[in-house]
């Protein structure tokens, strides 16, 4: 085991995100140095681990704690520390708190969800289909559906979109906003929350809002401020990352049109490349929420010492040589595919099989709708997304 000397503290992120390409570095990083010193532009000192074994083990070894986070100078993207809520907890009270919305999020329930999504979908295509091309996927399709979906799911009015959504951006936001309007944003966002939970008292619901409050007043699991901020993160985050996969699951194929052509003819390999794009495409524009070692813990050939960060990158797991044969090549056959990209251990998404099932019935649409989809511009022009935690398109002009 060794220590690195202070010398080879890294900055961090190494750059801009370049549209889904991932920075070559941490292809050097895995093979030469696989746990590393680096430095947010705020926050403590950090490792980062971009090995496949290493952040599986940092993401599902009880040594290494997000709780730990509460109180420090957490390695950070933006000047502003946010309040993690569940995701700043450990067991128990995380299972506590995870317990009661997981329900909500089973296989059983998501499947009973397909058919009301696949209607939205067709009904949003179609939309799309009348308007004509060129037409902005981002817009017709990838915004209104994960919205409509997380509506129905949690209880809360669609009509309300487009405040909700605005305000989620500052759940995602590193120097898109300023700490002004982040605090602005949050703060409206758990002023609606805090309004809707008041009228399901007097009018109870079977949605999960409705649950949410039950447990809050008939058996008191959930104190009032988490009811507010569970219910608030679930809606942000339950649309935010499935907007934004949308475009770049879809940009993706199309910039690889051989394995467009490889969907079309085979419509079975839909789940199949789900997990494969979510393998492929780096959501993450950095890395961000830390563990801390709760012990000295040796990883990677380093030694950890009890009480420093770590971060991890997905996206660089995602691309271990180690774990994936051509882990740099789009394969919608990949049969052994152990990606992370919904996470891992007691913080996995707990919303994965609704986002599964979200993608999949978007590609299935556009490929029986839209068979000759492609690029309405050159994609050079096209514009991305900055400022934020994940990395995806403003718009995606698409033809037909």
Request: glycine share 4%; hydrophobic share 40%; aromatic share 6%.
């Given at each position: 085991?060794?220590?690195?000397?202070?010398?080879?503290?890294?900055?961090?992120?190494?750059?801009?995100?370049?549209?889904?390409?991932?920075?070559?570095?941490?292809?050097?990083?895995?093979?030469?140095?696989?746990?590393?010193?680096?430095?947010?532009?705020?926050?403590?000192?950090?490792?980062?681990?971009?090995?496949?074994?290493?952040?599986?083990?940092?993401?599902?070894?009880?040594?290494?704690?997000?709780?730990?986070?509460?109180?420090?100078?957490?390695?950070?993207?933006?000047?502003?520390?946010?309040?993690?809520?569940?995701?700043?907890?450990?067991?128990?009270?995380?299972?506590?708190?995870?317990?009661?919305?997981?329900?909500?999020?089973?296989?059983?329930?998501?499947?009973?969800?397909?058919?009301?999504?696949?209607?939205?979908?067709?009904?949003?295509?179609?939309?799309?289909?009348?308007?004509?091309?060129?037409?902005?996927?981002?817009?017709?399709?990838?915004?209104?559906?994960?919205?409509?979906?997380?509506?129905?799911l949690l209880g809360v009015p669609v009509t309300d979109q487009d405040l909700f959504h605005t305000w989620s951006e500052a759940i995602v936001s590193t120097t898109s906003l300023s700490?002004?309007?982040?605090?602005?944003?949050?703060?409206?966002?758990?002023?609606?929350?805090?309004?809707?939970?008041?009228?399901?008292?007097?009018?109870?619901?079977?949605?999960?809002?409705?649950?949410?409050?039950?447990?809050?007043?008939?058996?008191?699991?959930?104190?009032?401020?988490?009811?507010?901020?569970?219910?608030?993160g679930l809606l942000a985050a339950g649309h935010e990352t499935t907007v934004t996969q949308?475009?770049?699951?879809?940009?993706?194929?199309?910039?690889?049109?051989?394995?467009?052509?490889?969907?079309?003819?085979?419509?079975?390999?839909?789940?199949?490349?789900?997990?494969?794009?979510m393998r492929f495409v780096p959501l993450g524009a950095s890395s961000a929420f830390a563990r801390y070692a709760l012990e000295d813990v040796e990883l990677g050939g380093v030694l950890v010492r009890a009480g420093e960060p770590v971060l991890v990158s997905i996206s660089s797991a995602n691309r271990d040589e180690t774990v994936f044969v051509e882990p740099d090549r789009l394969d919608l056959t990949r049969q052994a595919n152990p990606h992370l990209g919904f996470g891992h251990g007691v913080h996995h998404c707990v919303g994965a099989q609704l986002a599964r099932m979200e993608l999949q019935v978007v590609l299935e649409t556009l490929i029986a709708r839209t068979p000759g989809l492609r690029l309405a511009v050159p994609e050079s022009e096209l514009a991305w997304k900055s400022g934020l935690l994940v990395r995806g398109l403003l718009a995606l002009p698409v033809s037909w």
């Open positions: 085991m060794t220590e690195a000397p202070e010398t080879t503290v890294r900055r961090y992120p190494f750059g801009d995100p370049d549209r889904l390409n991932l920075d070559p570095h941490y292809a050097r990083l895995r093979r030469e140095e696989p746990l590393t010193r680096i430095r947010m532009p705020f926050g403590e000192p950090a490792w980062l681990a971009t090995r496949h074994a290493d952040v599986r083990t940092v993401l599902g070894d009880p040594r290494f704690s997000r709780a730990a986070s509460v109180g420090r100078d957490e390695p950070r993207n933006t000047p502003r520390q946010q309040e993690g809520g569940i995701l700043a907890m450990d067991p128990p009270e995380h299972t506590r708190l995870r317990r009661l919305v997981a329900k909500a999020f089973t296989a059983r329930r998501v499947e009973e969800l397909r058919p009301r999504t696949r209607q939205v979908t067709a009904e949003l295509v179609d939309g799309m289909l009348a308007a004509g091309a060129p037409a902005d996927l981002v817009h017709h399709l990838a915004t209104p559906l994960p919205i409509r979906v997380i509506c129905d700490p002004e309007r982040v605090q602005d944003y949050i703060d409206n966002l758990f002023a609606y929350m805090g309004e809707l939970i008041a009228r399901r008292r007097e009018q109870p619901t079977d949605d999960l809002i409705g649950a949410m409050v039950r447990a809050r007043d008939a058996d008191d699991r959930l104190a009032e401020d988490e009811v507010v901020r569970l219910a608030a949308i475009p770049n699951f879809v940009y993706a194929l199309l910039t690889h049109p051989d394995e467009w052509d490889r969907l079309r003819a085979r419509p079975e390999l839909v789940p199949d490349a789900v997990e494969e794009l």
